[in-house]
T-cell receptor, first 112, second 115 residues
Framework: AQSVTQPDIHITVSEGASLELRCNYS??????LFWYVQSPGQGLQLLLK??????LVQGIKGFEAEFKRSQSSFNLRKPSVHWSDAAEYFC??????????FGTGTSLTVIP | GAGVSQSPSNKVTEKGKDVELRCDPI?????LYWYRQSLGQGLEFLIY????????KSGLPSDRFSAERTGGSVSTLTIQRTQQEDSAVYLC?????????????FGPGTRLTVL
């Protein structure tokens, strides 16, 4: 069965530091890959998505993610974190058909 | 137009009561999804609608859970005889056409607490 793993439950970084959130997936074909962010009391907002083509994807708010087929990974990165980036981040895989699989999320704390 | 809306935003109920959660998708979106988010858990897929039909009900956790969609728009998730383990945030999402590559737009959720 398809699955998404976010191995880091919680990450703390200092403001201005770089960030990498890990995501690994299990899927037979090339998946559709997504990163969503959930701020406190807010719905999930799409940061970026990968369908095909260039494996480095740019998203909103200065985020990017790189699809690495050999590692079955789709890690999210940001070169310099802002305090407003503190939130819960979810990686998701969409398959042909309509099923979506979400990871359990990574909670990001930003220290001033 | 407006984004996905859900009501109520919070619902507290007693064990054994029935509850109805409402989702208004983005106008024109044919696909609608329900998820459940429990504390410390990821999003658990519940059900998917394409138009008014639900081709995938595989995620509904028990026969106490049901959902319908009318007019290809508003959807209602009903939980009968609620249990404490039903306490969670219920999220609704919609997308233009469905499919694994279609971006889902999420509502703010309904927080359900079963006492």
């Amino acid at each position: 069965a398809q699955s998404v793993t976010q191995p880091d439950i919680h990450i703390t970084v200092s403001e201005g530091a770089s960030l990498e959130l890990r995501c690994n997936y299990s899927y037979g074909a090339t998946p559709y890959l997504f990163w969503y962010v959930q701020s406190p009391g807010q719905g999930l907002q799409l940061l970026l998505k990968y369908f095909s083509g260039d494996t480095l994807v740019q998203g909103i708010k200065g985020f990017e993610a790189e699809f690495k087929r050999s590692q079955s990974s789709f890690n999210l990165r940001k070169p310099s974190v802002h305090w407003s980036d503190a939130a819960e981040y979810f990686c998701a895989v969409g398959e042909y058909g309509n099923q979506f699989y979400f990871g359990t999320g990574t909670s990001l704390t930003v220290i001033p | 137009g407006a984004g996905v809306s859900q009501s109520p935003s919070n619902k507290v109920t007693e064990k054994g009561k029935d509850v109805e959660l409402r989702c208004d998708p983005i106008s024109g979106h044919t696909a609608l999804y329900w998820y459940r988010q429990s504390l410390g858990q990821g999003l658990e897929f519940l059900i998917y609608f394409q138009g008014n039909s639900a081709p995938d009900k595989s995620g509904l956790p028990s026969d106490r859970f049901s959902a319908e969609r009318t007019g290809g728009s508003v959807s209602t998730l009903t939980i009968q005889r609620t249990q404490q383990e039903d306490s969670a945030v219920y999220l609704c999402a919609s997308s233009w056409a469905g499919g694994g590559g279609d971006t889902q737009y999420f509502g703010p959720g309904t927080r359900l607490t079963v006492l």
